[in-house]
């Protein structure tokens, strides 16, 4: 029986940590992360007190995307391993009490996938449908949608004069989901893996796999000759039927947790995406809070953002899928800035507090929590020179347009990366202080933070005071109170510029949440009941309890009502 249909789901009390195997750990010195490096760590993550490990796409892969474009869904990246060492990655994991969720990668595969070489060597052949092809319209493209990684989506196969769709990379052709063949290979793969034993699946861009069949074009985009097909392929026409269909055909025939990634979906798409009595998936990823700033030129433009248009968007969502859907809790991923630089300060000083402010904030609303690799300890944006130290295909992508298209200085797209890169979150985790950071003994495949001597988690774990502590304590508390898993929400004061204060409840225990979002010390007046309450958790070492608070520079602490 799928955990959605479960009275009590038991991905509504877990806590899940994701792991980029590439960045993570290696265990064969050649610079690059594998799975043998990931069960070295599997204490280490027991200790911490999380629940689930969602690995990003551990498949065989030629890696024009780092794993997101799969070439085979049932053999393990050689990089990574063998199907042994899943095996035993797996055995262990669940010896641990932890569970194993993997990426599905399913809106497309790789152009080096034997379904994709059949298709375009062989246009005759049933594999061709497996793909979306179209001939030229009027001498050119059938649209001039955009891809997310720049350029347009279409790829023209000189042999057959038609184009194949690529939302992503020209390497990452999209599936054809309006093919019942290709949807039954899709669930076959899925119980190979489930049949071994897996926990869950984190499904990539889920809810782009139906397209409008008119292809229609749109609007030019400001600056380029290319147009936006969001409108024709984000939450498209079919998806929640094939999604449905996903869930009778496997997902209900195994207790295990869902998660979609949704970009564009809003809160009423979230809550058909995960009300459990739709049957789709258990909960989505949303974007709109990750999205702050963004501008003409998208995550690029890099805007300012204030606290109150933060609160709205996170209030938003916790009210709207209450009772309704499941939330997914997140500050960072494999995809965007790390945490404490994008919405805390990573400065020396502030650091240590705005990571555990923002680790208080998030992990008291309702919802299921996901803790980045790094993130429990405070790992931070990069700053490399150079533009060719960045290996992200989106980053590069971007450079060049911004700098050929937009006339953009180079100072300027710099700043813009280092501030936005997905290289960021996927420079190498920080083990220890010693050569390459306890990550390799080969050189990595991206260059390691310099920071990394004084930010490690070696050094955080043997800190009382760290970041890292102060997310075990967080674990630990979330899970002994009911109140976080199925109480109200209630923003405060949702237009205080520094402090994001909400209160919890289920008619039992009731609970004030309040983070002082500024680098100087401030005052907040808290409700009555909650003077004279208990503190369960605070980020500083002391806490007068009265009705003014007096706030340290990135304080957050949690009351209980008396």
Same mark, same amino acid.
């Given at each position: 029986?799928?955990?959605?249909?479960?009275?009590?789901?038991?991905?509504?009390?877990?806590?899940?940590?994701?792991?980029?195997?590439?960045?993570?750990?290696?265990?064969?010195?050649?610079?690059?992360?594998?799975?043998?490096?990931?069960?070295?760590?599997?204490?280490?993550?027991?200790?911490?007190?999380?629940?689930?490990? +969602? #690995?990003?796409?551990?498949?065989?892969?030629?890696?024009? !995307?780092?794993?997101?474009? @799969? *070439?085979?869904?049932? /053999?393990?990246?050689?990089?990574?391993?063998?199907?042994?060492?899943?095996?035993?990655?797996?055995?262990?994991?669940?010896?641990?009490?932890?569970?194993?969720?993997?990426?599905?990668?399913?809106?497309?595969?790789?152009?080096?996938?034997?379904?994709?070489?059949?298709?375009?060597?062989?246009?005759?052949?049933?594999?061709?449908?497996?793909?979306?092809?179209?001939?030229?319209?009027?001498?050119?493209?059938?649209?001039?949608?955009?891809?997310?990684?720049?350029?347009?989506?279409?790829?023209?196969?000189?042999?057959?004069?038609?184009?194949?769709?690529?939302?992503?990379?020209?390497?990452?052709?999209?599936?054809?989901?309006?093919?019942?063949?290709?949807?039954?290979?899709?669930?076959?793969?899925?119980?190979? +893996? #489930?049949?071994?034993?897996?926990?869950?699946?984190?499904? !990539?861009?889920?809810?782009? @796999? *139906?397209?409008?069949? /008119?292809?229609?074009?749109?609007?030019?985009?400001?600056?380029?000759?290319?147009?936006?097909?969001?409108?024709?392929?984000?939450?498209?026409?079919?998806?929640?039927?094939?999604?449905?269909?996903?869930?009778?055909?496997?997902?209900?025939?195994?207790?295990?947790?869902?998660?979609?990634?949704?970009?564009?979906?809003?809160?009423?798409?979230?809550?058909?995406?995960?009300?459990?009595?739709?049957?789709?998936?258990?909960?989505?990823?949303?974007?709109?809070?990750?999205?702050?700033?963004?501008?003409?030129?998208?995550?690029?433009?890099?805007?300012?953002?204030?606290?109150?248009?933060?609160?709205?968007?996170?209030?938003?969502?916790?009210?709207?899928?209450?009772?309704?859907?499941?939330?997914?809790?997140?500050?960072?991923?494999?995809?965007?800035?790390?945490?404490?630089?994008?919405?805390?300060?990573?400065?020396?000083?502030?650091?240590?507090?705005?990571?555990?402010?923002?680790?208080?904030?998030?992990?008291?609303?309702?919802?299921?929590?996901?803790?980045?690799?790094?993130?429990?300890?405070?790992?931070?944006?990069?700053?490399?020179?150079?533009?060719?130290?960045?290996?992200?295909?989106?980053?590069?992508?971007?450079?060049?347009?911004?700098?050929?298209?937009?006339?953009?200085?180079?100072?300027?797209?710099?700043?813009?990366?280092?501030?936005?890169?997905?290289?960021?979150?996927?420079?190498?985790?920080?083990?220890?202080?010693?050569?390459?950071?306890?990550?390799?003994?080969?050189?990595?495949?991206?260059?390691?933070?310099?920071?990394?001597?004084?930010?490690?988690?070696?050094?955080?774990?043997?800190?009382?005071?760290?970041?890292?502590?102060?997310?075990?304590?967080?674990?630990?508390?979330?899970?002994?109170?009911?109140?976080?898993?199925?109480?109200?929400?209630?923003?405060?004061?949702?237009?205080?510029?520094?402090?994001?204060?909400?209160?919890?409840?289920?008619?039992?225990?009731?609970?004030?949440?309040?983070?002082?979002?500024?680098?100087?010390?401030?005052?907040?007046?808290?409700?009555?009941?909650?003077?004279?309450?208990?503190?369960?958790?605070?980020?500083?070492?002391?806490?007068?309890?009265?009705?003014?608070?007096?706030?340290?520079?990135?304080?957050?602490?949690?009351?209980?009502?008396?």
């Amino acid at each position: 029986m799928t955990s959605t249909l479960n009275a009590r789901p038991w991905f509504k009390d877990a806590v899940v940590y994701q792991i980029y195997p590439r960045s993570f750990q290696d265990s064969n010195g050649d610079g690059i992360g594998d799975l043998r490096g990931i069960l070295s760590r599997l204490d280490y993550l027991a200790r911490l007190g999380v629940d689930v490990l +969602w #690995l990003s796409p551990i498949f065989a892969s030629p890696n024009d !995307d780092n794993g997101y474009d @799969i *070439s085979d869904y049932r /053999a393990i990246m050689a990089e990574f391993g063998t199907m042994a060492d899943f095996d035993e990655l797996l055995a262990a994991a669940h010896q641990r009490g932890l569970k194993i969720m993997l990426d599905l990668v399913v809106n497309h595969s790789s152009d080096e996938h034997p379904w994709f070489v059949e298709a375009r060597d062989h246009p005759d052949s049933e594999k061709r449908d497996y793909y979306i092809w179209k001939p030229p319209v009027n001498g050119d493209m059938p649209t001039h949608w955009q891809a997310f990684f720049g350029g347009p989506v279409w790829q023209l196969d000189e042999a057959s004069g038609e184009y194949y769709l690529h939302l992503f990379s020209v390497k990452q052709p999209d599936l054809n989901w309006e093919n019942p063949k290709l949807r039954a290979e899709v669930y076959d793969l899925m119980r190979f +893996w #489930l049949d071994k034993g897996i926990d869950g699946f984190r499904m !990539d861009v889920i809810n782009l @796999i *139906s397209k409008d069949q /008119a292809y229609p074009d749109a609007e030019p985009i400001t600056g380029t000759a290319l147009t936006s097909g969001y409108p024709y392929f984000m939450n498209g026409p079919r998806v929640h039927e094939f999604l449905q269909e996903m869930n009778r055909e496997v997902l209900s025939h195994y207790d295990l947790m869902t998660v979609g990634e949704t970009p564009g979906a809003s809160v009423d798409d979230a809550v058909r995406y995960s009300d459990p009595q739709r049957g789709e998936l258990d909960m989505v990823f949303q974007f709109e809070h990750v999205g702050l700033g963004s501008g003409e030129r998208g995550k690029w433009s890099n805007l300012p953002w204030t606290l109150p248009e933060l609160k709205s968007i996170l209030s938003r969502w916790q009210t709207g899928l209450h009772n309704r859907g499941w939330n997914s809790l997140y500050w960072d991923n494999h995809d965007q800035p790390r945490a404490v630089s994008r919405f805390g300060n990573d400065s020396p000083e502030f650091r240590v507090p705005s990571a555990k402010m923002l680790a208080t904030l998030l992990h008291f609303m309702q919802g299921t929590p996901y803790i980045y690799q790094g993130e429990e300890f405070g790992m931070t944006n990069v700053r490399f020179e150079r533009v060719d130290q960045y290996d992200d295909l989106e980053t590069l992508g971007a450079e060049r347009e911004l700098r050929e298209l937009h006339g953009w200085s180079e100072e300027r797209i710099m700043a813009s990366i280092h501030a936005m890169s997905r290289d960021n979150a996927r420079t190498p985790v920080q083990w220890d202080a010693s050569p390459n950071a306890g990550f390799t003994s080969g050189k990595p495949w991206l260059e390691i933070n310099p920071n990394y001597p004084n930010i490690n988690a070696e050094a955080a774990e043997a800190d009382l005071d760290s970041v890292w502590h102060h997310y075990k304590h967080l674990i630990a508390l979330r899970k002994s109170l009911d109140v976080v898993r199925d109480g109200t929400y209630e923003l405060l004061d949702a237009e205080h510029p520094s402090i994001y204060a909400y209160l919890r409840s289920d008619g039992h225990t009731k609970l004030l949440i309040v983070a002082h979002f500024s680098a100087k010390a401030g005052q907040y007046r808290i409700p009555a009941e909650f003077v004279g309450g208990e503190v369960l958790s605070n980020n500083y070492s002391s806490l007068q309890l009265t009705e003014k608070l007096n706030l340290e520079p990135y304080q957050a602490v949690v009351i209980r009502a008396k």
